[in-house]
């Protein structure tokens, strides 16, 4: 290597940059823009490109270089290009299109690279536009002439749209991991706290008690519909678009199926012109992406709430709260923050892709290149939220003491009081509802719960209530209550866990 990081701009290194060697960025920082200069001019010294430049007398301006390159984004595809690459060479030897000597040449070649790409010593090139022909052109200095067969029968069209599947599929199991590791903190949490009072709320005002593990189990839910839509999308996108061609398919007697096995796709794609127009699976994914940022951001907001010091309901680990630069109090929720306010991004990303796709005109567009950048920006943000997010679950310490007095606040045994009024004195709902109503009034005006009001005073308003009443009022009679299916009940908690462990985690471990 020449350079370990991209250097500011100075202008003699213009010629020699695309020469330069430089680590693959990471995951997601881009090269920075490289300086123009006199945009109109052919650059210097440059001849038409090797690959496409046949019929071309002048080389690209570095305006058009700058453009159309890629290659700071898409080498993230290296792993797929390659494995693409060597499929497609394999099933060419077979079926007699390559000699096998050649196919031999090409693989070791193919190989040769991922290792040097691996390293971080390869040279990628700007004038080399992306990482399809970066590969190629190395190839042809390792392989010889070789090289030049391999993309018979085969287009960049083709090509990229495979590669990028590969990259998705990928990401789309990695997702699916990381949100199990996610569901399975959750479950933990809610098996300990299965009981736990908490106040529950509607317009984030107390309403109604419930149990912390109900609570920490719906998220568990929200992620578990996570879970089967990239599962879903997943065997949508699993079929093989290589062999399509530019747009038409191909005259050579290629065996698509082959290739198709070989990637571990279900099966070749139907249509060629579908297959190298096609980025469905990466919108697909990125719905998916936003549905999980957005669930994750209402986490992330709970969290806020609920660390703050007018809840604290919970304490994070000072390894995950940052200070203030002022005030020395300060306990800042950051991570949590950030989680809340990166669900914006994955949704642009959706945005940038769906906007990028609508009425482009059969088969492959140029503007198809700028799908990668949106779907790795959000792949790299989501697998940080998920990551901060399984971490202040798991370390997050809960204020159950306080939890449960501010579950017996705000009156939130009202519509249990209804519901006895229903249930022993057989009024009709809504005329239990006025009466429960005027306890609570009555109630706040003395300044005390509803749990407090002598029976005298509570005869007052409905002659029939008896102190059977004070056995459903308070916050732990309500809860054990709600036994209805899918209801907070500690016990109802305890089963669900359990049976969320099933469904999710495949495990059978005993609440
Ligand atoms: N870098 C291109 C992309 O990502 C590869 C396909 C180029 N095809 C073409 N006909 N110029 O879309």
Redesign the pocket.
């Known amino acids: 290597m020449t350079t370990k990081k991209a250097k500011p701009p100075a202008a003699k290194a213009a010629k020699t940059k695309d020469r330069a060697r430089t680590t693959p960025p990471d995951f997601y920082v881009l090269a920075p823009a490289r300086p123009l200069g006199k945009r109109n001019r052919a650059m210097p010294g440059h001849d038409a490109s090797a690959i496409?430049g046949g019929r071309f007398g002048q080389g690209p301006a570095a305006v058009l270089e700058q453009i159309n390159a890629?290659i700071d984004v898409?080498r993230k595809l290296y792993v797929q290009d390659i494995a693409a690459s060597l499929a497609h060479a394999r099933m060419l030897a077979q079926a007699g299109i390559l000699s096998a000597p050649d196919a031999r040449a090409l693989t070791s070649g193919l190989k040769q690279i991922e290792g040097e790409i691996g390293r971080g010593r390869f040279s990628f090139r700007h004038a080399l536009?992306?990482?399809?022909?970066n590969i190629e052109s190395r190839l042809g200095e390792i392989a010889g002439e070789a090289a030049g067969r391999l993309h018979t029968a085969r287009?960049?069209?083709d090509?990229?749209a495979t590669d990028?599947r590969l990259w998705v599929r990928d990401a789309l199991d990695a997702l699916d991991s990381q949100l199990k590791g996610l569901q399975a903190a959750l479950i933990k949490r809610a098996e300990r706290h299965a009981s736990a009072l908490m106040p529950g709320y509607t317009h984030l005002q107390a309403a109604q008690p419930v149990t912390l593990g109900h609570h920490l189990l719906a998220y568990v839910e929200m992620l578990g519909r996570d879970r089967d839509r990239a599962r879903d999308c997943r065997r949508r996108l699993n079929e093989c678009p290589l062999g399509s061609g530019?747009l038409a398919g191909t005259s050579f007697p290629i065996d698509r199926n082959a290739t198709a096995a070989a990637l571990g796709f279900d099966r070749p794609s139907a249509n060629s012109l579908d297959a190298v127009s096609d980025r469905d699976f990466a919108i697909e994914y990125l719905a998916t992406a936003a549905l999980v940022a957005m669930h994750l951001s209402r986490l992330g907001e709970e969290i806020v709430l609920w660390s703050s010091g007018h809840f604290g309901f919970v304490r994070l680990p000072d390894s995950l709260t940052t200070g203030s630069s002022i005030m020395p109090q300060k306990r800042n929720p950051d991570a949590a923050e950030l989680v809340r306010a990166k669900a914006g991004r994955v949704f642009g990303a959706l945005m940038t892709l769906l906007a990028v796709m609508k009425g482009l005109p059969l088969a492959?567009a140029?503007d198809?290149?700028e799908?990668?950048e949106p779907v790795f920006d959000a792949a790299r943000t989501l697998d940080l939220c998920l990551a901060a997010t399984t971490r202040m679950v798991a370390e997050a310490k809960f204020d159950t003491d306080r939890m449960k007095a501010a579950a017996g606040h705000g009156f939130s045994t009202a519509t249990d009081l209804a519901d006895w009024l229903v249930r022993v004195l057989r009024l009709p709902f809504r005329r239990a509802h006025h009466v429960a109503g005027k306890l609570v009034k009555r109630a706040e005006t003395r300044k005390c719960g509803l749990e407090d009001l002598s029976l005298a005073d509570m005869r007052q308003v409905e002659p029939g209530i008896t102190k059977d009443v004070f056995r459903i009022l308070g916050p732990g009679n309500s809860v054990r209550s709600r036994v209805s299916l899918g209801g907070t009940a500690p016990a109802n908690v305890k089963r669900a866990a359990a049976e969320a462990r099933r469904r999710f985690l495949g495990s059978h471990k005993k609440a």
């Open positions: 496409w890629s898409d536009e992306d990482i399809h022909m287009s960049r069209n090509q990229v990028f530019a492959y140029k198809m290149q799908d990668k």
